[in-house]
């Protein structure tokens, strides 16, 4: 995209969240226009919901960043509806703490913010971090994260899809990025599908201060099924993945099965 091309920020995690900040840090030194529109607060695993029963406030935090009181869809549908500024070519949604594969996609506000952009008719990218195993968090792993998409990984996407097609007709994509994927050397980068992961199905049982019992989800999610070229492979083998998304939830092939019974 073209140095002077707008690209909005926005996230789950929260608008200072280090994931969206690395971002900002990056576009800056680029001298790449951006502006940012997010949650106030945390909002991860809220999926697509918007608000629709409680009025949305705006709080602006400098030149063209925006809080919003709500969701990350919120977030996005406030900025290129109210609207709160120029219009972007892209959405980036991210740096997401944490990865975003298989079955976490109905789930994730970061994907979800990526989806309302692409709705807009915005090209629409969720960028996110992946810890496995015993990586540990550490904030400098999102400046080089940033620099990883912005210098290589956008690039990449772009060629993938001829310039700028990657634009004129709005796509949405799921980019994760291990940590093992940010040691200095050349990083494996590989178009993937969605995978499969086990969420453990693991409950934590327990009782408040007050006699109440309460119950958290937990589990190991580090596991996934060994499906070559896909997303959670990428991650186990220290590789970026990029996924192509589609929120076409029609089953076409059934459907078009049973059109011919008619």
């Not at 999926?47 to 409680?54: C, F, M, N």
């Not at 960043?65 to 980036?92: M, Q």
């Not at 001829?162 to 994760?176: D, F, H």
């Not at 991650?235 to 996924?243: E, N």
Request: hydrophobic share 40%; glycine share 12%; net charge negative.
């Amino acid at each position: 995209m073209a140095m002077t091309d707008l690209i909005l920020l926005t996230n789950d995690d929260g608008i200072g969240a280090p994931g969206i900040a690395a971002l900002e840090r990056r576009l800056t030194a680029a001298s790449m226009p951006f502006a940012v529109s997010a949650p106030l607060h945390e909002k991860s695993g809220c999926g697509h919901a918007i608000t629709l029963h409680e009025p949305l406030r705006v709080k602006r935090h400098g030149d063209g960043r925006f809080a919003v009181n709500g969701t990350p869809a919120d977030a996005v549908t406030l900025y290129l509806d109210a609207p709160l500024g120029p219009r972007p070519k892209l959405v980036v949604s991210g740096i997401n703490l944490g990865g975003n594969l298989a079955r976490d996609l109905l789930y994730s506000g970061t994907v979800a913010a990526a989806i309302e952009g692409f709705y807009h008719g915005v090209t629409s990218i969720a960028v996110s971090l992946y810890f496995g195993g015993p990586a540990a968090y550490a904030p400098a792993h999102f400046d080089t994260a940033a620099s990883l998409f912005i210098d290589e990984i956008l690039p990449l996407i772009e060629r993938g899809f001829g310039g700028e097609m990657l634009y004129a007709t709005p796509r949405i994509l799921n980019v994760n990025i291990p940590v093992t994927a940010l040691d200095g050397g050349r990083p494996d980068l590989r178009w993937t599908h969605l995978g499969e992961r086990d969420y453990g199905g693991q409950i934590i049982a327990g009782t408040d201060p007050r006699g109440k019992p309460y119950y958290w989800i937990g589990g190991d999610q580090s596991a996934f099924a060994d499906l070559p070229g896909s997303d959670c492979n990428a991650m186990r083998d220290g590789a970026v993945s990029i996924t192509p998304l589609s929120v076409s939830f029609t089953d076409e092939q059934t459907l078009n099965r049973l059109r011919e019974k008619q």
